[in-house]
């Protein structure tokens, strides 16, 4: 497995595994489907383009698939940049069970360890993704509070639980 930084020409195999994660899991994602196939190609890849403060990993196997993504953003202003936000964690359905998820998670962690300043992540998990919330808690993070209804998908309520690990 390969793991690197998705750059610009990245842009329309990462929409093609993002839109897959939102037809197969819709409830763990606060966008949907409908909402992001409407996504031109300019604005998908702005979304993933590299900059200081944000990326998106991917995972690629032994093809050169892109097997899954996870996003880092980092605050902007002054008085939170000491944080940044694990967003959209996703294996693609015949990659999972693999460690793919954890090796994203890792080498996310190991660069936001070398990033100036910043002491702490944050992450929301569907709080009925037990796998997801397992693999969050077995690098550290903690649960510090829940968002009942947080999502609302074809007529169901989902929680979220929010946590946060401090990289001091």
Known sequence: MNLRILEES????????????????PEAFGSTFEREADFTMDMVTERIKPTEDRFVLGA????????????????SSPKTRHKGNVF???VTPGMRGKGIGQALMEELLARAKRMEGLEQLN?????TNDSARRLYES????????ERRALKWDGA??????????LE
């Open 10 to 25: 990245d842009a329309s195999i990462y929409q093609s595994l993002r839109l897959q994660g939102l037809q197969v899991n």
């Open 60 to 75: 690629f196997d032994e093809h050169g698939t892109l097997a899954g993504i996870v996003t880092f953003i980092r605050e």
């Open 88 to 90: 959209g964690l996703l």
């Open 123 to 127: 992450l929301t998990v569907v709080s």
């Open 139 to 146: 690098l550290g993070f903690q649960r510090y509070g829940t």
């Open 157 to 166: 309520y989902f929680d979220e639980d929010y946590m946060a690990l401090r």
